[in-house]
């Protein structure tokens, strides 16, 4: 709001004060001038504060984390704090401002500063450059903002090599000597289905059916939002059967952010190395790949579009071929 003051000296002195922007002071001869002033300034930044409220990195982001990464039911989905970790390091480098002042100078001075100067990996920077993009797609296509896009021209890093460790069941238990016990039966259920960490937190019961061995995944916790069914090994079932009691609903209820903590903890206190959450899965499809699982197969229990997508995570070495080939 407006504030106008007579000084000593005759003059008028006129202050603005509007949360969100930098005070404004001036001072006129005559009492009118500072009038017209206060409206005219208050009206402009009124207008810049609007612009910048339904355009700004800040509503976006937000918008698109309640949207795209906030499930009907109010459940996060598992890139919900990866993702709002990766904007709020974009909004304090850009800073709240308009989508449409951000430069492709400005991205490629983003990517140089936090891969030279922050010493961030080229992995993490990859991934935020990557956020912003998604941004200005969303805003296009969901608010629509047509703007230009100015990190399409900047060329971002590599990304850093891809996850290539597995582990075994004996692995897995000695990690799992390291954790609370509670967590056990969900991270062995993740090495036995190759589920993603977030598709069985908050897994409800009606999903499973150990008549028919597998679990029903709705579209709206799959990865893909395509519902798929995952077969249950018998190892999987005997896993399951006393978590179905009759009064639970939900199985696992812990926060994505808590289990990868507890799971990272107890990696280094084994000391293994490049060992994550994602390694289960990993795991598991690398394992299925090497009892002679076919590719479609494969990816009937992973849910992955692509079989290019799917060689990533099924990791067979040259000893499991030779031993095919002489199994034949």
């Given at each position: ?8 000296s ?6 603005i ?15 009118s ?8 300034a ?17 509503y976006?982001?937000?918008?698109y984390i ?9 459940s ?8 709002t ?8 480098y ?10 492709s100078?400005?991205?490629a ?32 296509v ?13 060329k971002?890093?590599?990304g850093?090599?891809i ?9 897995l ?5 390291k954790t ?38 709705p ?10 069914e995952?077969?249950l ?14 009064y ?15 799971f ?11 060992v994550?959450?994602h390694?289960?899965?990993h795991s598991c499809?690398s394992r ?21 997508m799917?060689?990533r995570?099924v ?14």
């Open positions: 709001m407006a504030t106008i003051k007579k000084l000593k005759g003059n008028w002195n006129c202050q004060r509007i949360k969100g922007t930098s005070p404004l002071s001036k001072t006129f001869s005559h009492k001038e500072a009038e017209v002033f206060a409206r005219e208050e009206n402009r930044i009124k207008a810049e504060l609007s612009n910048k409220t339904y355009n700004g990195l800040r976006v982001l937000n918008t309640e949207r795209v990464l906030i499930n009907h039911d109010g996060l989905r598992g890139s919900y704090e990866l993702t970790y990766l904007g709020n390091t974009l909004v304090k850009f800073g709240d401002v308009p989508l449409e002042v951000i430069t100078p400005q991205v001075s983003f990517r140089e500063k936090r891969l030279r100067v922050d010493k961030v990996s080229e992995s993490t920077t990859k991934k935020e450059m990557d956020l912003l993009q998604r941004l200005y797609k969303f805003a296009d969901e608010l629509g903002l047509s703007l230009p896009n100015p990190v399409i021209k900047v971002k890093p590599y850093g090599k996850r290539t460790a597995i582990i075994t069941h004996a692995q238990e000695s990690i799992l000597s609370p016990v509670k967590y056990h039966d969900y991270f062995r259920l993740l090495m036995e289905t190759s589920c993603r960490r977030s598709e069985l937190l908050f897994m409800n019961t009606s999903w499973v059916n150990l008549e028919k061995r597998i679990i029903s995944l579209a709206d916790r799959t990865k893909s939002k395509v519902a798929r995952v077969p090994s018998q190892l999987a079932i005997i896993i399951l059967k006393p978590l179905l009691g009759a639970v609903k939900e199985i696992f209820k812990w926060r994505s952010r808590s289990v990868t903590q507890c990272s903890r107890a990696v280094k206190r084994v000391g293994y190395k490049e994550v959450v390694t289960l899965r499809l299925y790949g090497r009892m002679g699982l076919s590719v479609f197969q494969l990816r009937a229990i992973s849910g992955h579009n692509s079989v290019r799917l060689e995570y990791k067979i070495d040259s000893q499991s071929v030779l031993d095919a080939m002489d199994s034949n």
